[in-house]
């Protein structure tokens, strides 16, 4: 037999004895149906009287299969599934092996698993992810890694997602030899291993699971205390748990668990967010030219510059570190270094480049030494004049071409830009606190911000491993614009009958990491009740005020966390709500002569995720995110939204525009001022369509 294919993505190539079977399907291999249909005709082609001996399986590009096809999910089943094709793979009468490089992910993993000796190459990495897209492995993961590795394996492997390197992978039987060089080469090389009898081959129907009955309990117990919210780990643990009997019943059990996660909203959430994050750097300007960012500088070394500092320095950017007094400085290269050793500790940087991390930061006092900074991101505090000053120094001080950034929660930009004479050059990068952890960058595009500054704005997130999302101009740009919408809503359920401590619960079990209250206290509550102050004199005297509350409580000097109590005490591990809150609450109460409502849990989720929501629409409505994706990735990597839930927007679908009008509506006869129903929305809700058809 000769050289051939059975369809454009799957070719068969005959070597002497040996054939070999290549899959061919950029960017990594998935196995889309074309994938599935051309593996199963291979096989049965090459089984029928081709006179090869032995099949092996290689991927051309840089991976192998990473994976089913994504894409494919929620559509109409094309067969043939990958169960089958897996199972006619393990069923031939040929010996079948195949060879792994890349990153050897979900169904493509379970493809090695189903041929009858794997070959690892050098730098590969197994994995079964498909617990973070609310699934469990459907393609015999569950029963074959069991039968390999044992059930304890099984179970960390599948529940946690991670990803496992060749080595590990070799000392517990999932692959069979770790080699280095070509794939296709290794390919032939070890099918001849094979013919030669140097290599052995081995069904997975023929080995059997050790039943081990505490790992599977001990599994049990800890899903249900860390990850309660979700369906689909359940599921896998039931799938394990089967894989002690015949492989084929096992098969059925883990195929049921599959089809039931699928059918889960939290699974088309979590999807929802897998490609979500892919799909922000997606804009105009990201696929033109982007300027060099070889050296970095900051302005301000307190809690954000510092932090932004060591995501820089860990990405391997030269950073200069300007304060304006030496006190200033130590105390950010104390935090730096203090971040640096976290870093360390964690894993995050090896011990052995510490010394060198850190020494790529030059601190100075002096602001001319930023004129040979590829980009400079101001970090100081809050005030437009201050800020105002420091982009006129930096006009005269950085060279031509230099970006001139500001960090800016919340500021006009164009007002900034408009002090330079470049205001092509001026961009707001908008980090999130602790810096060099949380992974949102607000790149926030002003009206004269030239296409390849927003480009290397994206350039930059690339590099610091964060998820840059453009936003325009508005108070407080996407985030802290919606936030400060639903934070009045949060308020207004306060004052109304509804304690702290309710809302937090309320919203922690609808799967929010900390309620805002919580939040509110790790934050700091001064910085709301400075906001406050601040914008008591534009405030919108139609608006009812949401912080009298809060006001108090920060009067008496409480700011959360770090001052030992706020609306909560924070003497022992457990914080225990605060008592004088609830005095205070009643006070309040008692002088805004306000009738008390009772509000169920559900009525409290449903009121601040419109809250939100209605924000969130205006938002997308008035570009200032590009569209409602953007949106939801905010929230998700910068605001603890929970990701089963895939972003705000991504729920509101979930809940129908008709449904959040009629919400909103009601609402409104309580506060015609705040509850208005936004104008997409309304159009939404009127031509029966969805935010994600905007996306
Ligand atoms: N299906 C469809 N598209 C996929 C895909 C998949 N499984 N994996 C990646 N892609 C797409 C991405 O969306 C991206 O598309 P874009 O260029 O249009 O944005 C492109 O391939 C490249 O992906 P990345 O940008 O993520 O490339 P990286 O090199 O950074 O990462 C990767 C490569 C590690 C393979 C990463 O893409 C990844 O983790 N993919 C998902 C793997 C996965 O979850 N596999 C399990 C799928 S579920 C399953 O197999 C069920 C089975 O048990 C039955």
Redesign the pocket.
Known sequence: MSNTSTNDLIAIERVGDIALICINNP??N??SQAVRQGLQDAIATLNDDSGAKVIAIYAAG??FV??????E?GKPPMPPS??DVLNIIEQSALPVISVMH??A????F?LGLATHARIGVESMRVG???I??G?????G?TQRVPRLAGIPFALDMILSGRQVGGAEALEHGLIDRLVSGDPRQIALDNAQDVLDGKLATRRTDQIGTIPDQKALDEATAMLAKKLPHLFSPHKCVEAITASTGPLLDGLKIERQA?VDSMQQPQSAGLIHA??GE??VS?IPEAKGPSRELNKIGIIGGGTMGSGIATSCLLAGIPVRLIEVAQDGLDRGIATITKNLEGAVKRSKLSAEKYESTLAMLTPSLEMETLSDCDLVIEAVFEDMDVKKEIFTKLDAICKDGAILASNTSYLDINEIAAVTKRPQDVIGLHFFSPAHVMRLLEIVVAEKTAPDVVATGFALAKKLKKIGVRAGVCDGFIGNRILAHYGLCAGYLTMDGASPQQIDNALEQFGFAMGPYKVGDLAGLDIGWMTRKRKADTRDKNQRYAGDIADRICENGWFGRKSGKGYYVYDDATPVPNPEVAKIIDTERAKSGISLQEFSDQDIVDRYMTAMIVEAARVVEDKTALRPVDVDMVFLFGYGFPRFRGGPLHYADTIGAKELVSRIENYASEDGHFWQVPNLLQKMADGGSKFADLN
């Open positions: 960017p990594v998935a196995t840089r991976t990473a994976g089913a096809d994504i894409k999910f990958l169960p890349g990153t992910l979900g169904g493509g379970e079964l992810p498909e973070h897209l699934l469990l492995p459907g393609a993961g599959f897998f490609f892919r799909a997606n």
